[in-house]
């Protein structure tokens, strides 16, 4: 062993900070001259390496998703300027997640409106007696139908008992 070597246990608590660049420069050295001579620990750090780069992609579309629904908020709620208008329509027009995304919001925006206007007419008495009011007449409807079911079971009940 060399003078001076760090051992895999070592390299092992130091392989984030060498990938992070958080070392002084002689143990950046020293851990680099491990990594060239031991294949264990050089596979360590290219997978860790591997990883770390995955994950950037993925904060990459991540971060692109988000500014997307940002922008098509900000378009949906009439808050957007100009240039971001000419470019959420520019970006509607040749991104197949853009036009979803836009698609998606305006039936969000639908529904939430129609709620909030539903909502706003059970406030008002006059409304709100008529819908229980449509309520009542489908609740006496469905009790008429149900005594009717009731008593043909009862009359058919009896005619089996009577000639059965």
Known sequence: MLKGCLKCSEINKLLLSYIHFELNKKMMTRVAIHLRNCPNCMEKYTK?????????LKMRVIEKQLRMEREISQYLDNEATDDLIFNVEGMVLCDEN???AL???EEIKRILKNS???ISELKNPK???KII???RVKKFK????KNYFIRLFEHSRHVIAKFG
């Not at 860790?48 to 950037?56: E, G, S």
């Not at 469905?142 to 139908?145: H, Y």
């Open 48 to 56: 860790i390496q591997k990883r770390k780069k995955d994950l950037k």
């Open 127 to 129: 409304i709100a007696k």
């Open 133 to 135: 009011a449509k309520i």
């Open 142 to 145: 469905l009790l008429k139908i």
């Open 116 to 118: 909030y206007n539903k």
């Open 98 to 100: 853009y036009k979803k």
């Open 103 to 105: 698609i998606e919001g």
